[in-house]
């Protein structure tokens, strides 16, 4: 029996530090969600000329590179001003391309993520022509708007990359005189 028992300990005590080691793996993973971090060093560049020229500055700020979604914005993060500045961005693309009406604060929550799937399958048609027809119709955000992979609620169901946000904002803008929505 007593060769019983310490059999019995040393598999209670490897089942009990294989948990453990779960729970902490676990914890890690739900604190970097909160923080909008994927883990990668580095991040993606903002090549995105928002407010005119940097006066040549070499170095650039880095933009988190995990996906924007349902919960971005709105969670404590070292770089909430940059990614409030993104979602405000994507904001007004819906605003703008599938007349959203949603207000633009840089917060993720409800609203805007009804509206970014609503931009997801938004269509765009060229200004009429000098014949006065119409041709060309396209889905211009269809590609950068996917599925969530990680949601954060229940409500989570399209997610956004920067550099994606950062290409949409700028089909928006040279083709804002050529293309209106339907």
């Excluded at 590179?65 to 904001?91: A, F, H, T």
């Excluded at 931009?119 to 969530?148: D, M, Q, W």
Aim: hydrophobic share 35%.
């Amino acid at each position: 029996m007593d060769k019983k028992q310490k059999i019995l300990k040393i598999v209670g005590g490897t089942v009990a530090l294989y948990i453990l080691a779960i729970l902490v793996f676990w914890i890690a993973v739900k604190i970097k969600e909160r923080r909008g971090d994927d883990g990668s060093s580095g991040g993606e560049k903002d090549t995105s000329n928002d407010g005119g020229s940097t006066g040549g500055s070499s170095q650039q700020p880095s933009m988190p590179s995990s996906p924007m979604k349902w919960g971005s914005g709105i969670y404590p993060s070292d770089r909430i001003d940059e990614v409030r500045s993104n979602v405000k961005q994507l904001q007004k693309l819906c605003n703008k391309w599938c007349g959203a009406g949603i207000f633009v604060d840089g917060k993720w929550g409800d609203n805007t993520e009804a509206a970014m799937q609503k931009l997801r399958n938004a269509c765009v048609v060229p200004k009429r022509n000098a014949s006065g027809e119409y041709f060309g119709a396209k889905h211009p955000f269809t590609e950068y708007i996917n599925p969530v992979q990680v949601p954060l609620a229940s409500q989570s169901r399209v997610q956004v990359y920067v550099a994606h946000a950062t290409t949409m904002v700028k089909w928006s803008n040279e083709h804002q005189s050529e293309y209106r929505p339907v």
